[in-house]
């Protein structure tokens, strides 16, 4: 359950956020399973964020710092997360339908089992992530790093993967068919 003080905080905008979480560098906020729908976080500093089953379908997470941040289970549905660092986050069985992840880092982070139909991954860094079980069912990944990264049993059906570096990707039971 998210911590109420940490939901009045973030509600209050970016700047203030930003300002907050300066003078408490040692506090992981909780904000799981909160409702932050549509909610602007452009350039947040998110950090080791706790989202874990929060709802933040169609917020706007452009240029974010979510490094290490817990995203599982989290809806985040026609969400922004252009150029958003999520280095090391936790993605797990997130719903990611139709996301803008242009230009996103994700490197490490973990996507077993998420939910990425038709989201937009042009150009986003996916060196060394995890997404066994995840699928990328329409998914566009022109151009996307996936080096080294885990595609156990993915779905990549009529998913644009070309120009992608697939090097070193573990492909193995992953559904390559239809290609665009």
């Not at 970016?14 to 729908?37: C, M, T």
């Not at 909610?39 to 950090?47: F, N, V």
């Not at 969400?79 to 996301?99: G, H, K, V």
């Not at 089992?113 to 996916?126: E, I, S």
């Amino acid at each position: 359950m998210a911590n109420s003080h940490h939901v009045a905080a973030i509600k209050q905008g970016v700047i203030a956020w930003n300002q907050w979480r300066k003078i408490h560098p040692d506090i992981e906020p909780d904000l799981s399973g909160a409702d932050l729908i549509r909610i602007q976080l452009h350039g947040a500093d998110l950090s080791q964020v706790n989202f874990a089953r929060a709802d933040l379908t169609e917020a706007d997470l452009n240029s974010a710092d979510c490094r290490n941040a817990n995203f599982s289970a989290i809806c985040l549905v026609n969400a922004n997360l252009s150029c958003a660092n999520l280095s090391d986050a936790n993605l797990s069985r997130a719903d990611l339908t139709e996301a803008d992840l242009n230009g996103a880092s994700l490197r490490t982070a973990d996507l077993t089992r998420a939910t990425l139909v038709k989201a937009d991954l042009r150009g986003a860094n996916l060196a060394g992530a995890k997404l066994c079980y995840a699928d990328l069912c329409q998914a566009n990944l022109l151009g996307t790093l996936l080096l080294g990264a885990n595609l156990l049993n993915a779905d990549l059906t009529r998913t644009n993967y070309r120009r992608a570096n697939l090097r070193e990707a573990n492909l193995e039971q992953a559904v390559l068919t239809d290609q665009p």
